[in-house]
């Protein structure tokens, strides 16, 4: 097998910019059509400033995604016939709008939830064939490695009963995760109790088996992906990687996240001891007319990962660097990761509108709760990461030898005064990333 050293993305590595900029998609279903609304809103912003070819792709330096965010991941990092992104972000909805219907089949009779949970007894609620079928259409035979910027897609294996992280960093030190998507995303999408798990094998050129995966949901290890994704660049960079900058232990001024939520449950006091004490399967699998078992762990991922990145930034002072868009307020309906009612898909599309023009929020480190803390609206604040993400990509192209504007600079050295004004030009354009939030 052989790999690529570089994203094919027109996005130049990092070491020749300021930045290391950061993507990051939650899992949640057909949640996932939240993400999807705030996604087409940053990308239309982006062509924008760059025009109507501009993608997502084109300026994030790794996009991670578990669950339904694996998913997106895959679709806006998948190359097409032209080598351009396979979908746009304005598709991600329509796919979800379309398909989710067909992958979680809604049944409105009154019986339904009864049936349901004796059927959790025995299998897992959906029988996953029109999510295998349609995700192996679209992706067909492509691989992780074949991605348009580098991608991280947490699963879990539950033969080895350890992670699997599907990562483009770790492509080069084990060639046995160079999967197909297709497969990839299946595994990470596998929700017990919801989908089957998902079992595959990769090989070499030669035909001999590298690897056997036995996996299921992401969401086991991390809902969010986040601290995931950097983990992933942290180690790429402490291994001496020539495509960043040297940088200093713990400098997260120099990374630049945003990271989605799916959305959750507004504050309720949902379960309570004195009842679960005497569940047994059945009751962690469909006590209170739910999966508490999966809600559980779902919850508590996401917002660890989120307290944990929250506390770092804000203690090294660059909290600003760190943009969390997440709505805690769904009603049980909305919050549902299956239920694809026609109504319901349309409400979550307008939860993701309405999210956009909702305060930015930060986690209150002593409750665990989003609370607005400026008047900036989401919308704002996504504005202002478009024009930095464009301009951090004008950067590291005036200052690569492999595009034009790097070239026009060969032989000049760091300090040639004709290099320092146009760098500094661009440089000092720069919105200052402690304004990200602010009006």
Known sequence: MSFKEEPRSPLQPPTYGNLITIL????????????????????????????????????????????????VTAMLTAPNEEGRPLFEAKDVKSFYLEHCPKIFPHDGNPLAPAVKVIKALSGPQYDGEHLHKTIQEK????????????????????????????????????????????DICIGTSAAPTYLPSHTFKTEDSEGKLLREFNLI?????????????ISEVTKEITTGSPNFFPIKPMDYGRFLVLSLGTGSLEFQEKYDATKSSSWGVLGW???????????????ASGDMVDYHISTVFQALHS???????????????????????????????????????????????????????HHTTNEMALKKFAEILHKEKNVRELRSPNTKGGRANRGKSIGDPSTLRLTNTIHHSLPDLHDLNSN
Request: charged letters at 20%.
């Open 24 to 71: 990051s998609i939650d899992g949640g279903g057909v949640r996932g059509i939240i993400p999807s609304v705030i996604l087409d809103f940053l990308e239309r912003e982006l062509q924008q400033l760059d025009g109507e070819d501009a993608r997502l792709a084109d300026y994030f330096d790794v996009i991670a995604g578990t669950s339904t965010g694996g998913l």
């Open 139 to 182: 992706l067909q035979e492509k691989r992780l490695h074949e991605t348009l910027t580098n991608i991280v897609i947490p699963t879990f294996d539950i033969k080895r009963l350890q992670p699997t992280i599907f990562s483009s960093y770790q492509l080069k030190k084990h060639p046995s995760l160079d999967a197909k998507l297709s």
């Open 217 to 229: 949901d992401g969401g086991v290890v991390a809902n969010n992906p986040t601290l995931v994704a």
């Open 285 to 299: 699998l469909a006590g209170g007319g739910s999966t508490p078992l999966v809600d559980v762990f779902t919850q």
């Open 319 to 373: 909290q600003e660097n760190y943009l969390r868009i997440q709505d805690d307020t769904l009603s049980v309906d909305i919050a549902s990761m299956d239920l694809a009612t026609e109504e319901n898909l349309q409400n979550l599309v307008n939860v993701g509108e309405k999210l956009l023009k909702k305060p930015v929020t930060k986690v209150n480190l002593a409750t665990g709760l989003c609370e607005p803390y």
